[in-house]
């Protein structure tokens, strides 16, 4: 499925916005909320979004690259997520500190 969005739309995509209202889409679509497609402004690919026209906040980007949403992404995503955790985990244990606002706050 593909989206047309507004140029406001597109602005707020530009900046890497993690998603689109209602109103920053030229039309809501009838579709299943979860529904993936992607954002188009004036013939060219912006961005893939899951869709859901029964909420204000109907665009969520998944991805600002072309790619196929299938078991494999959410397979590299995920693994990525947990890298990041645990790194996180192993700052704070090698730091003895419970946030990482005490290691951003002091510009460590």
Do not use: H
């Amino acid at each position: 499925m593909k989206v047309e969005i507004t140029k406001q739309g597109y602005e707020k995509l530009k900046k890497r916005a993690p998603w689109l209202y209602q109103n920053e889409l030229k039309i809501i679509p009838k579709c299943d909320p979860g529904t993936i497609a992607d954002l188009i402004y004036k013939g060219e690919y912006v961005a893939t979004a899951f869709i859901n026209p029964l909420s204000k906040i109907t665009a969520r980007i998944v991805s600002f690259e072309k790619t196929n949403i299938d078991k494999e992404f959410f397979e590299i995503r995920i693994k990525k997520a947990l890298k990041k955790e645990k790194n996180y985990r192993l700052l704070q244990i090698l730091c003895d500190l419970s946030t990482p606002k005490q290691i951003f706050s002091q510009a460590l």
